[in-house]
């Protein structure tokens, strides 16, 4: 795969979103565990892409001006 890492992770992002919306009711601990990764993807991985993202364009145009 030639696709860079923050396009791979918008893709889990997206995959994430569409899990707890879609996914039954799982009741215990596995449940809550589950949640709580789901949403700390959902809250972590934007924050990464942008990172990723501003990253390689600071090192695209940044690499020209030099």
Not at 48 to 63: E, P, T
């Amino acid at each position: 795969m030639n696709e860079p890492r923050y396009v791979q992770a918008l893709t889990l992002w997206f995959v994430v979103l569409i899990f707890m919306q879609t996914a039954p009711g799982i009741d215990g601990v596995l449940g809550t565990a589950l949640g709580v990764f789901c949403i700390a993807l959902v809250w972590v991985l934007p924050v990464y892409i942008a990172v990723r993202l501003v990253d390689d364009l600071g090192a695209r145009f940044g690499s020209r001006s030099g």
